[in-house]
């Protein structure tokens, strides 16, 4: 009898603790929401529009954007560089919460921040790693962005033919080197003077 009395109060102490466990990481698990909540409602677009630096810089201040990051996509290639992405563009990576933020607002944005009219690149940089491509995820993204496409048209005074930015399907996102990421914040007086030199804003200015 002793033991079976021993035995019952192992089990006893032991489902207790077990309980005292799970409470103690079902709060964990709340703190670390509250902390880091889930966003729930993120949502991407990987958009090419010459050189991914100034990509980022001109999209991540948008409110409702939770983070660029930039990298290639478009190519075949598996793991492209920077010294090496054939067929691939230099594009961003957009996640936003479209509680926010609408996919229409951003792609206005994108095509306020590009040269729509140029398919052989982008302002100083030239070749098909910078011309202007949306890559939509599904159709209402495609839906959306030809209904970008043609406003923005309607902006510049053009045809919609003379808007040469591809939209294509996307197949994979490939990040790009650490160093590229948020160039503009921690390479800022090189991004300055890149971006200048690359006659950018002048350009955007003259559209």
């Known amino acids: 009898m002793w033991f079976k009395g021993l035995l019952v109060k192992y089990w006893t102490h032991y489902f207790n603790f077990t309980m005292e466990m799970k409470n103690l990481f079902s709060l964990f698990i709340i703190v670390l929401i509250l902390v880091n909540p889930i966003k729930l409602n993120a949502n991407e677009i990987v958009l090419a529009g010459g050189c991914f630096w ?41 996640n936003y919460d479209d509680n926010i933020i609408k996919l229409e607002t951003i ?40 209904k970008a496409l043609i406003s923005a ?13 591809e939209l294509k399907s996307i197949n994979k996102f490939w990040l790009a080197e650490d160093y590229h990421q948020n160039y503009a914040k921690n390479f800022e007086l090189k991004y300055k003077f890149y971006r200048y030199a690359c ?9």
Request: proline letters at 3%.
């Open 54 to 94: 100034c990509m980022e810089h001109d999209l991540e201040s948008l409110e409702g954007i939770d983070d660029v990051k930039s990298g290639y996509s478009g190519g075949d290639m598996l793991n492209p560089t920077y010294e090496n992405h054939e067929g691939h563009q230099e594009v961003v990576l957009v």
């Open 107 to 146: 792609l206005r944005t994108y095509f306020r921040n590009i040269d729509p009219l140029d398919d052989g690149g982008q302002f100083c940089d030239r070749g098909d790693s910078y011309r202007p491509v949306i890559f939509y995820e599904d159709l209402d993204a495609l839906e959306k962005s030809k």
């Open 199 to 207: 006659g950018r804003d002048k350009r955007l200015d003259q559209l």
């Open 153 to 165: 048209s309607k902006e510049l005074g053009v045809s919609a033919d003379k808007i040469k930015v």
